[in-house]
């Protein structure tokens, strides 16, 4: 194949202004950084590329544009229309700047695809005289020209990139021989490891006042346990039934500790310390200023619990649930651009070339290339953490590209960014986003099956995989639900399904599948505890009975701060507070939990 450049009039290069509707983010419309059209997003992202034809056919005003053009491009590529795919996408490269290097890779790879490897070095080479794109990008396409020169190729001997690809080359070859250093914990951390662990067995040995001195033998050392340490110390005269000693010393770690992971489990507990005395009023103070100011986190669920606003093990509210209601669109990106930024992250605008970068994100996002896309749009991420209206925005574009994990990632960091002060009224739009109900129509289905509750089964996966398919833990579990091969193995066997194999825990029905029969197994086992199925889904059922015997009646509340993995303890934490918050927002109007 030989493809020739077109000289066509010049078309005005501008991005689309219309979006069509996600089924997961129903009414948002992404600017990125101004509204593009997402016509046939959807149909590519699940493979259908000839639904996918249809509808940008169907998107006519924008039919004239250079993003219409570039999708037309590749939609026609996927679909083995080459002809008319190098027409549109030469048109795109030699009359809009901010497409050419896309519609140039694009024509790269419809050349390898026809084995005319020297059209696809002219191709990616072209690319490569772009300035300014991400180096990332640029390192895809070398690792697209090492292919073609493995098709007998030689290097364009005066591209002005060739001393950058022999650099990466190079690199690239020293990264498979180096040798990682092993990561070992430094001296102090090792002491502080040695007197939290002694603290600790004193404390589950109800040897609470020896567990005083040797917690705070933990405080002035450097490591991981520093500030828990904290709390394990108000816990056991808590535990002593010193309330007056929980108090003050949660407040001394309040003040020293504003920001720390721990700060609602401080303020929780200076709550239950309260009430124990008998102070209803001061306890509700407490309480209902964590629920106001994270009210996703477990601790402000179970203040609400505490307070009678909710049932004690589904979450369910009793009345309605406060502060979450659905707004127009306008209305969410109006407040999302109201928040004021912490002074740490101050809102920049865009710089020119910034907004070049995004456009050209945007436009393989409209393609469903969100593997591509991520070269040129991960650093806003980084770099606008301010900009919660953008973060908003990358969340809804990768979902309706089908980026499920990407997504997430990006809600998740909008969720840590919204300040404290603002928690409380946060539309019901942007919590659709940072509690996601992706993948439930299959969820819902082997729910129903095995006779689990959908949402607990999303807030299981939220925490395992955060809705990354691919991911493979340090561990080996794998997949949605974090399946280990050896269990998955077992579950297999006892499902009668043949030919399992460790990969197969990548696929999405799968892994649910296998994900919710393991989870019911463990509640039938657990007579339905939630905690207890939890403990056992992340350490193990015999660790969970272990931990079950040992604080057989001891309080709820002490129960999950008593198991005895660090790791653990947050994980039954996590899940429940996103088991929780799922379970408020189906109960309010707007949100919905369906089909993906």
Partial sequence: MTVKYTS??????????????????????????????????????????????????????????????????????????TAEAVEALNTVSSTCQTLRPLAMEQIGDIAVEQKDFPQAMTSYSSVLGVAELPEQYRHELFRKIKSVIGNGIALPPNASWIDEYHQWEQEQQQALTATKPETVCDSLCRVQNTLWSRAWNLEMANNFKAAITNYRSVFNISGRRTEEAHIRHALCFYKLGKYDSVIVHINTFKQAFPGSTFFWAAMFWQGKAYAAQGNTEEAHKVWNQIARLNPFDYHAHRAMQLMGMADKGTGKYHAAPPNVKPISENAVREWLDSVPPPLSTPRKDFAKADSVALRRGAALLSVA????????????????????LLQYDLASSYAIAGSIGRAFNVGRRLAWRIPTTHRENIPLQVQSVIYPPFYAATISKYAKRFNVDPLFVSAVMRQESIFDSS??????????????????????????????????????????????????????????????ALCAYNAGANNAIKWRDRNRNVDYDIFAENIAFLE?????????????TYQRLVSTPGYEYKGE
């Fill in 8 to 81: 066509v009039a010049l078309l005005a290069c501008v991005l689309c202004q219309l979006s069509s509707a996600s089924p997961i983010y129903p009414q948002a419309t992404p600017q990125l950084p101004t509204a593009i059209s997402f016509a046939g997003t959807r149909e590519l992202a699940s493979g259908n590329a000839d639904a996918a034809l249809i509808a940008i056919k169907a998107d006519s005003p924008w039919a004239d544009s250079q993003l219409w053009l570039y999708k037309f491009g590749v939609i026609n590529a996927r679909l083995g229309n």
């Fill in 369 to 388: 290339q969100a593997n591509t896309a991520v070269f040129f749009l991960d650093d806003y991420q980084n770099n606008y953490p301010g900009n919660l």
């Fill in 471 to 532: 991911l493979v833990s340090i561990a080996g579990a794998i997949g949605l639900m974090q399946v280990m091969p050896a269990t998955g193995r077992k579950i297999a066997a006892e499902l009668k399904e043949k030919n399992f194999a460790t990969d197969s825990l990548f696929n999405t029905d799968l892994s649910i599948r296998y994900g919710v029969y393991y989870l019911r197994k463990r509640m039938i086992q657990f007579n339905g505890d939630f905690v207890l």
């Fill in 568 to 580: 653990t303890r947050g994980y039954v934490k996590r899940v429940l507070g996103n088991y929780w």
